[in-house]
């Protein structure tokens, strides 16, 4: 059996070197009951090979820690649907339904960790800090704990058989900080295109994302790479991730690169209609994106939550330049690709096919949620499922019923920019404007703009104020469907988009 070590092959300065392997047998003799940190972003960057050994050993009770489990049928989808996951440790499981399933009949246990909580996790551990400090979580069901980790095994009524604990509190400067511990595995897989034999790595476009940090992360570090190249292939400036953290390449193959959301630019749909055809009923999520348009100032940094937000840059003045940040890594994110223009290596964090603008840059998870936590940025924009007149919002959980997992949302509603939502008014029928959310809260007071298919709401003096209705809709129909007592401003507008 080949030891899972440190390659003890001595150079004439005791210098270890990077081991490159012949066949992916040392993933196979991964224990039972390892934690293993599995790189990528959806299936973004995953590390294909890998995933497809472990499936092949069996290996039962593990532990994985990623942004997500992959989907029903890719990814570390492979590995649940096969019976070897004991946990998930993850932001977001909202594309894999087997997940769901067993997660909520109490057959499988997972944590759920915002986003950027999880990716300085993976940092600090690498670095060698244990604990940290954050603002993200505050005063919801991550700092008091309570999230189901684990049901009890097919309970009617979800029983919680594991529960996450509360978090430890500090205040710094007058605001409240939930303290969080460094996550490190025992063996970490990941993908990167390019290695030279020192193992420096090299990434494409937003397949970077978790992989940086979990190589630094680990005991253990098995790397399979798409080409390896002689030392002096790239410059020493062009290194991405340090050879010094990686023990083992593998040169992969047969790589799918699978898009989980292939979207076109519009100018493919109105060529080919037949071939490419858009989601019905756009009308109403349109005329919100287009009146949420108007929020956009020349120069602003934006992050653009999935859904409705992403269908705003097609509405927006063409005269002014907005950079857009994706948690999965990037700043200056562009147009949707024309047809053939799409990378399995570039997509958004709604797992979508992008381009990148000139003078756009890519980064690890890590910066990209210090870019958040930092405050650098102007504008964040998401959807959401309840709202209430302080500006608390719940957006990533039903419990019993849907579990999608916080993503980055936690981090940007807490990151300190403005905190644009657009939605649909109603849902269903159902009222999305409520006296108190009843769902677990992604924040506390931290909405400033809400924009539906039926009004604008402003934060003022601490709550949300309508000052605009759509020209179709009356102040009634409004009052009606919102579920907390309206305060309206007195200058009233109407918007006709």
């Known amino acids: 059996m080949f030891a899972l070590s440190k390659t003890l092959s001595l150079h004439h300065m005791n210098k270890y070197y990077v081991k490159i392997l012949k066949d992916l047998s040392i993933v196979k003799q991964i224990p039972a009951g390892s934690t293993i940190l599995v790189g990528g972003f959806g299936l973004c960057g995953i590390p294909e090979n890998s995933i497809n050994a472990l499936k092949e050993a069996g290996t039962k009770n593990l532990t994985v820690v990623s942004n997500n489990c992959g989907t029903n049928d890719e990814g570390l989808g492979i590995l649940l649907n096969n019976g070897q996951l004991k946990r998930v440790i993850a932001s977001y499981a909202g594309e894999n339904h087997h997940l769901a399933d067993k997660y909520f009949d109490g057959e499988l246990e997972l944590e759920l960790i ?23 979580g505050v005063d919801t069901i991550v700092e008091k704990g309570g999230i189901p980790i684990k049901y009890k095994n097919h309970s009617k009524d979800f029983q919680v058989d594991i529960a996450s604990q509360p978090k430890h509190v500090e205040y710094f400067q007058g605001q409240k900080y939930i303290r969080e511990e460094a996550i490190q595995g025992d063996y970490a897989i990941i993908k990167a295109s390019v290695a030279d034999t020192n193992g420096n790595l090299r990434f494409v476009g937003t397949s970077r994302n978790f992989n940086e940090d979990m190589a630094k992360a680990a005991k253990v570090v098995i790397a399979e790479v798409e080409s390896i190249v002689p030392l002096g292939s790239f410059g020493f400036d062009h290194v991405h991730v340090n050879g010094i953290y990686v023990d083992y390449l593998y040169l992969g193959s047969n790589y799918k690169k699978s898009i989980e959301r292939l979207v076109y630019d519009e100018s493919v749909y109105q060529r080919n209609p037949e071939k490419f055809k858009k989601a019905k009923n756009q009308g109403l999520r349109n005329r919100i994106a287009k009146r949420a348009a108007h929020e956009f100032k020349d120069g602003m940094y934006v992050n653009l939550g999935i859904g409705i937000p992403t269908l705003i840059p097609a509405f927006l003045d063409p005269h002014i330049t907005i950079h857009f940040h994706t948690e999965i890594g990037a700043v200056g994110v562009g147009n949707y690709p024309l047809e053939g223009q799409e990378l399995g290596d570039l997509v958004n964090a709604g797992k979508e096919s992008i381009t990148l603008n000139q003078g756009a840059s890519t980064f690890s998870s890590s910066e990209s949620f210090g870019i958040v936590r930092g405050g650098h940025l102007d504008l964040t924009v998401l959807g959401a499922m309840q709202i209430n007149k302080q500006g608390d919002i719940a957006n990533w959980v039903i419990p019993g019923r849907m ?52 009004a604008v709401f402003v934060k003022r003096n601490g709550e949300l104020v309508l000052t605009e209705i759509a020209a179709d809709t009356d102040l009634e129909w409004v009052r009606a469907n919102t579920g907390f007592e309206l305060t309206v401003a007195d200058d009233l507008k109407k918007f006709d988009i």
């Not at 940092?123 to 244990?130: D, F, H, T, V």
């Not at 644009?420 to 959310?437: N, P, Q, R, S, Y």
């Open 114 to 136: 915002p986003q950027g909580t999880l990716a300085e996790k993976l940092r600090s551990a690498g670095a060698g800090i244990p604990a940290f400090y954050t603002r993200t």
């Open 403 to 454: 579990v999608k997992g916080m993503g980055g949302a936690m981090d940007l509603v807490a990151s300190g920019s403005k905190v644009l939502v657009v939605m649909e008014h109603t849902a269903k029928g159902e009222k999305k404007f409520l006296k108190d959310i009843t769902l677990p809260a992604t924040g506390l007071r931290r909405v400033d703009q809400v924009i539906t298919d039926k």
